[in-house]
Nanobody, 126 residues
Framework: HVQLVESGGGSVLAGGSLTLSCATDLQPYSTNCMTWFRQAPGKELEGVASIKTRDGLRESYYNEMVRDRFIISRNKNTLFLHMRSLKPDDSAKYYC????????????????????WGQGTQVTVS
């Protein structure tokens, strides 16, 4: 079954752009906080960007390393990560995660708070 399925990864030259997608069939009450994480070889999993949905309003949070280059967005069934000005340091496997609890500016990067995870999509920047 679907739950969370990422796509859109690939190889790109430095300075290029990619858009990642994460399709979900989770019920809306399980997607109040949706987040992109990434993990490079030999490094810890890190939060990239998150989007909270509450009372029909969206609020986004970003890792400072990507704030001016990445944009997170979503519709009912898909989470997106629009990435531009990519750097070799952005190379990693990118995962989307979702949880029904509302996240905030301090809590969103905490991997332990997410109930649902995708399998990841690889991004390589050279």
């Amino acid at each position: 079954h679907v739950q969370l399925v990422e796509s859109g990864g690939g190889s790109v030259l430095a300075g290029g752009s990619l858009t990642l997608s994460c399709a979900t069939d989770l019920q809306p009450y399980s997607t109040n906080c949706m987040t992109w994480f990434r993990q490079a070889p030999g490094k810890e999993l890190e939060g990239v960007a998150s989007i909270k949905t509450r009372d029909g309003l969206r609020e986004s949070y970003y890792n400072e390393m990507v704030r001016d280059r990445f944009i997170i967005s979503r519709n009912k069934n898909t989470l997106f990560l629009h990435m531009r000005s990519l750097k070799p340091d952005d190379s990693a496997k990118y995962y989307c995660a979702s949880d029904g609890r509302f996240c905030g500016s301090e809590s969103w990067p905490d991997r332990s708070r997410y109930a649902y995870w995708g399998q990841g999509t690889q991004v390589t920047v050279s």
